[in-house]
Nanobody, 125 residues
Framework: QVQLVESGGGLVQAGGSLRLSCAAS????????MGWFRQAPGKEREFVAA????????YYADSVKGRFTISRDNAKNTVYLQMNSLKPEDTAVYYC??????????????????WGRGTQVTVSS
């Protein structure tokens, strides 16, 4: 059974930092891109960041570029999202996602077959 488990969320003041982790089990994702998405209250889930299988290529939503950093440790089957300079508008449930096969568009939700349950990030002003 494939599982993606996010951790590291919490409550932080604006300007603060959090580091999210996504640990995968039941399947290795070391040869596939991985992504982070988020869903704020009353809004649709949106792309946040993605990383190629090697970690060489990274992709970010414009809203987080320069503040968030995605990375991965294939030996641990784990993906990370370092979030700095957090803003109240970053408040959302953050989800980790992995594909069944190679993806053509790492920013598209439909490319991902496996999803975690999410971790809540709340940024107070």
């Amino acid at each position: 059974q494939v599982q993606l488990v996010e951790s590291g969320g919490g409550l932080v003041q604006a300007g603060g930092s959090l580091r999210l982790s996504c640990a995968a089990s039941g399947r290795t994702f070391s040869t596939y891109a991985m992504g982070w998405f988020r869903q704020a209250p009353g809004k649709e889930r949106e792309f946040v960041a993605a990383i190629s299988w090697s970690g060489y290529s990274t992709y970010y939503a414009d809203s987080v570029k320069g503040r968030f950093t995605i990375s991965r440790d294939n030996a641990k089957n784990t993906v990370y999202l370092q979030m700095n300079s957090l803003k109240p508008e970053d408040t959302a449930v953050y989800y980790c996602a992995g594909p069944e096969s190679h993806t053509a568009n790492v920013m598209a939700q439909y490319e991902y077959d496996y999803w975690g349950r999410g971790t809540q990030v709340t940024v107070s002003s």
